[in-house]
């Protein structure tokens, strides 16, 4: 057995009870102090930081999603006499169709005055209600607004509406039916 000295008694005792126990393995063990991190604070306050920005974007979210619902709300009331008008419309067509029958006993007709009178109150109510005609004839052809069901030659420019087979209509800002046109295809040859 070796023999301690005093002074060599007093070091061993006063170092802490971690090193000790590494102390006979060498540095190749790391100190557990080291695994800790350095401050506790900094990791909470890192939580605390990104708690803090999901509350923010959760609330900027939900903010999105009330505008978005008001606004498809707003639409909504705002479109929601579209189907009634879109029937109401092919009644206007066909009572149109009548009116030319009836034009055809004479203009002064007591049935055809009648029904000229009736159609203008009818399109009248409804331009009151923000439905607009389309009127095509003689304008330049408008996919957004035209369905072009024939091309035909004609002394007009091409792509020219030579004829409207169908009026369409506008409601508000909408297209809510397009018109059926016959297109020219220019000067026949």
């Given at each position: 057995m070796?023999?301690?000295s005093?002074?060599?008694?007093?070091?061993e005792?006063?170092r802490?009870?971690s090193?000790?126990s590494t102390?006979?393995?060498?540095?190749?063990?790391?100190?557990?102090?080291?695994d800790?991190?350095e401050?506790?604070?900094?990791?909470?306050q890192a939580?605390?930081d990104?708690f803090r920005?999901l509350?923010?974007?959760?609330?900027?979210?939900?903010?999105?999603?009330?505008?978005?619902?008001a606004r498809e709300?707003?639409?909504?009331v705002?479109?929601?006499?579209s189907?009634?008008?879109?029937?109401?419309?092919?009644?206007?067509?066909?009572?149109?169709l009548?009116?030319?029958?009836a034009?055809?006993e004479?203009?002064?007709?007591?049935i055809?005055?009648?029904?000229?009178?009736?159609?203008?109150?009818?399109?009248?109510?409804?331009?009151?209600?923000?439905?607009q005609p389309?009127?095509?004839?003689?304008?330049k052809?408008?996919?957004?607004l035209?369905?072009?069901?024939a091309?035909?030659?004609?002394?007009?420019?091409e792509?020219?509406?030579?004829?409207?087979?169908?009026?369409g209509?506008?409601?508000?800002?909408?297209l809510?039916?397009?018109a059926?046109?016959?297109v020219s295809?220019g000067p026949?040859?």
């Amino acid at each position: 057995m070796k023999k301690i000295s005093g002074s060599a008694q007093n070091k061993e005792t006063e170092r802490p009870a971690s090193e000790k126990s590494t102390a006979g393995l060498g540095a190749a063990v790391p100190r557990a102090e080291a695994d800790e991190p350095e401050d506790p604070m900094a990791g909470l306050q890192a939580d605390l930081d990104r708690f803090r920005d999901l509350a923010l974007r959760s609330q900027a979210d939900f903010e999105n999603y009330k505008k978005r619902a008001a606004r498809e709300k707003e639409e909504a009331v705002k479109y929601a006499n579209s189907a009634l008008l879109e029937r109401l419309v092919t009644i206007i067509d066909n009572f149109e169709l009548g009116l030319e029958a009836a034009k055809g006993e004479g203009d002064q007709s007591p049935i055809y005055s009648g029904m000229t009178l009736v159609l203008k109150q009818l399109n009248d109510l409804l331009s009151e209600n923000g439905l607009q005609p389309i009127e095509a004839e003689g304008k330049k052809f408008d996919p957004n607004l035209h369905e072009a069901i024939a091309h035909e030659p004609s002394e007009f420019p091409e792509e020219t509406v030579i004829r409207q087979t169908r009026r369409g209509y506008r409601f508000k800002d909408r297209l809510l039916r397009p018109a059926r046109v016959i297109v020219s295809s220019g000067p026949g040859k």
